[in-house]
């Protein structure tokens, strides 16, 4: 099974609560969405970009989601006891059950 791992840092200058970061993720989510539509001329607008410099604004969007999901589990680790590796490997054995991963 290939990964692609990531770590990124618990911001210690927010004191987010399960809600807010939620919000904040559908909020990124949003702006994912945007540019990859928007930039690539989806939304039939013109615009100025090459593709390099699209595909970094959507990558940083991507990371953007990507650093509110691990605040989420920050959250979910830290106010409600949640174990995120226990949580991980079951969510890894749902894929293979559903036939994604071999």
């Known amino acids: 099974m290939e990964k692609k791992l990531i770590a ?3 911001l210690n200058n ?3 609560t399960m809600e807010s970061t939620a919000l904040k993720l559908m909020e990124e989510a949003g702006e994912l969405a ?3 539509g928007k930039l ?3 939304s039939g ?5 090459d593709e390099h410099e699209v ?3 959507i990558t940083g969007e991507l990371l953007d989601v990507a ?3 691990v605040s989420m589990m920050f959250v979910l680790e830290e106010a409600h006891g949640v174990d995120i590796d226990s949580e991980l490997e079951q969510h890894i054995q749902k894929l293979k059950d559903k036939g994604y991963l071999r």
Do not use: D
């Open 8 to 10: 990124l840092p618990r």
């Open 14 to 16: 927010l004191s987010p």
């Open 34 to 36: 945007q540019a990859i």
């Open 40 to 42: 690539r001329g989806m």
């Open 45 to 49: 607008e013109q615009h100025k970009l």
């Open 55 to 57: 595909l970094r604004r």
């Open 67 to 69: 650093q509110t999901a």
